[in-house]
């Protein structure tokens, strides 16, 4: 099936093609198949899981019997979920063999061993090669990624190479900035409760956070302001960070409360902006009168607010 297609579709071109009624009771399912060319013997019996997407119980069991004896996972999701993994399992593959030849080609130029680079890259299975960062949410922000980025980048202009696919990393970043604006924006309510706005909870780093990039549009832009970081408060910070908010971001220093309680009595729209643990309960204090705009996936349990909740990508 394709992404759109309908029972309507779908169960009239499987009836004609099997000369027999599938009929509603049976319905339909959708199982893609992830075999690279050359191995698909090999990768058909050692899979690392077996996806059925399916439109009713019966025909999903019916596509997950065919797979008893595999030792893979089995997974049974929604229809146009199975098709989403299939999509994007083989645009992240597309992906990785244009991001390695970009890499590639700045290492050529440097006179650096691109392969030795890339496998001493895929040896990290904790943060590259990993379930780390491929969650969707806010922009990366912070003192590291937007930083060696720009010194890639820089290298390779130099170079006079084109490097589109690393070039779109940051245009892409700030068009996520720009998406929290339009959720707030499209609630048509003035008053924001920003809770977390350095770039990682449990830190008190402000740099390059797009929070702060967030909050300085909503000011821009003439909402009225309240925001809550436990770990970012004047009267804890000393050093850089300090002298950062002071010299950077004075305006945003105003804003500030100590209590999270505060910003929760006075804003309309309340944005989510890092996993704090202490914001897991904001869903359950809201008032009938309050939206959220959650950044992260505070929870996956959304409860009874239906249009009260927006998440950035869910």
């Not at 599938?22 to 075999?35: M, T």
């Not at 399916?54 to 199975?82: C, E, F, G, N, S």
């Not at 030849?101 to 061993?113: A, F, L, M």
């Amino acid at each position: 099936m394709l992404p759109g297609s309908t029972e309507e579709q779908v169960i009239p071109a499987l009836e004609k093609a099997s000369g027999r009624e599938v009929g509603q009771d049976f319905g339909v399912s959708f199982n893609p198949e992830f075999l690279r060319e050359g191995t698909a013997v090999q990768d058909f019996f050692h899979p690392p899981f077996t996806l059925v997407g399916k439109h009713t119980d019966r025909a999903a069991q019916v596509a997950a019997d065919l797979y008893t004896t595999m030792d893979a996972p089995l997974l049974i999701v929604p229809l146009k979920v199975a098709e989403m993994v299939k999509y994007t399992n083989n645009t992240f593959h597309a992906l990785k063999v244009t991001f390695a030849n970009e890499i590639g080609n700045i290492c050529k130029q440097h006179g650096i061993d691109s392969h030795q680079v890339m496998d001493i890259f895929c040896m990290d299975t904790k943060l590259n090669l990993s379930a780390y960062y491929l969650k969707p949410g806010f922009a990366f922000g912070g003192s590291c990624l937007p930083k060696d980025l720009k010194a890639l980048l820089y290298h390779a202009h130099r170079l006079d190479l084109s490097v589109p696919i690393l070039e779109a990393i940051q245009t892409s970043n700030e068009l996520q900035i720009r998406q929290g604006y339009e959720l707030i924006r499209q609630t048509g309510l003035k008053k924001v409760g920003v809770l977390g706005f350095s770039f990682k909870a449990g830190t008190d780093d402000l740099r390059q956070s797009p929070l702060v990039e967030l909050i300085e549009i909503l000011i821009g832009k003439g909402y009225q302001v309240k925001v809550y970081d436990r770990n970012v408060s004047l009267a804890r910070l000393h050093g850089a960070n300090r002298a950062y908010i002071e010299r950077s971001i004075p305006h945003i220093a105003t804003l500030m409360c100590n209590l999270m309680e505060e910003v929760l009595a006075e804003s309309e729209v309340i944005v989510i902006g890092n996993k704090a643990p202490e914001f897991a309960s904001v869903l359950q204090q809201l008032r009938q009168d309050q939206v959220v705009i959650d950044l992260v996936r505070i929870s996956k349990d959304l409860g009874q607010l239906n249009a009260r909740y927006q998440g950035i990508c869910w």
